[in-house]
């Protein structure tokens, strides 16, 4: 059973950055797609980014413009989320998932498509 956690969030002010870990137990992440997403309060589940299993393509919501990156390092079977230019608008609990496979060249856009999540993190921005 892959089991996964995050951290590295807290209170940043507008114009900061943040990078935020997801670590993996349980099962190797390096089979896995996986996908960020964030919940801000009274909303629904948004997707942030996602990579495929392959890390050959990577997806970003149309509000990142850029700020946000994916990585994943298979040796500490852990990915990251690295925010930069943070808003006050990405205020949320961020969550990082898994699902197992898929496309090499696709990874799934919505909460359905993960079987694995993270208890989530807290990020706010303000000043």
């Known amino acids: 059973q892959l089991q996964l956690v995050e951290s590295g969030g807290g209170l940043v002010q507008p114009g900061g950055s943040l990078r935020l870990s997801c670590a993996a137990s349980?099962?190797?992440?390096?089979?896995?797609?996986i996908g960020w997403f964030r919940q801000a309060p009274g909303k629904e589940r948004e997707a942030v980014l996602c990579v495929s299993w392959s890390d050959d393509y990577t997806w970003r919501a149309d509000f990142v413009k850029g700020r946000f990156a994916i990585s994943r390092d298979n040796a500490k079977n852990a990915v990251y989320l690295q925010m930069s230019s943070l808003e006050p608008g990405d205020t949320a609990i961020y969550y990082c998932s898994a699902q197992r496979g898929g496309g090499r060249y696709g990874c799934p856009k919505g909460v359905d498509g993960y079987d694995y999540w993270g208890q989530g993190t807290q990020v706010t921005v303000s000043s």
């Open positions: 349980g099962l190797a992440l390096d089979n896995y797609a």
